[in-house]
C-alpha cells in the first residue's frame, strides 16, 4: 500500500512561483507512473503533469512549459515546480499513481493565485 502526502502550496501573485512535494511510503514508488492532479472549486480533478519510474513527462496543455514535474526515487519523493502560475491555477493539488487510485488519495495542497 501507498500512502502519499502532499505539502507546498500556498498563496502567490501571479507571475509567481511555488514549489510541491509528494512525499510516498511504500517500497514500490520508483516503479510507479506517478501524477499531480488538481481540482479547482466546482470542477472535477484533473491530471495535470505525470512521471513514469525512468523519468518520462508528460503535461496537460494547460501547464506545458509553465509546470516541472520530477521526482527522487532515493527519497520516495514527487515534486511540481510551478513558474509563471496564472490565477487559473488556484486550486488543491494532489498526487496519485496514473491511473489514480482512490484510496490513494492524500488531502492534498492549497494553491490559490491572486491577479
Known amino acids: 500500500q501507498v500512502q502519499l502526502v502532499e505539502s507546498g502550496g500556498g498563496l502567490v501573485q501571479a507571475g509567481g512561483s511555488l514549489r510541491l512535494s509528494c512525499a510516498a511510503s511504500?517500497?514500490?514508488?520508483?516503479?510507479?507512473?506517478m501524477g499531480w492532479y488538481r481540482q479547482a472549486p466546482g470542477e472535477q480533478r484533473d491530471l495535470v503533469a505525470t512521471?513514469?519510474?525512468?523519468?518520462?513527462?508528460n503535461y496537460a496543455d494547460s501547464v506545458k512549459g509553465r509546470f516541472t514535474i520530477s521526482r527522487d526515487n532515493a527519497k520516495n519523493t514527487m515534486f511540481l515546480q510551478m513558474n509563471s502560475l496564472k490565477p487559473e491555477d488556484t486550486a488543491v493539488y494532489y498526487c496519485?499513481?496514473?491511473?489514480?487510485?482512490?484510496?490513494?488519495w492524500g488531502q492534498g495542497t492549497q494553491v490559490t493565485v491572486s491577479a
Open positions: 496519485n499513481v496514473v491511473p489514480a487510485i482512490r484510496m490513494y
Open positions: 511504500g517500497s514500490i514508488f520508483s516503479i510507479l507512473t
Open positions: 512521471i513514469r519510474g525512468g523519468g518520462g513527462t
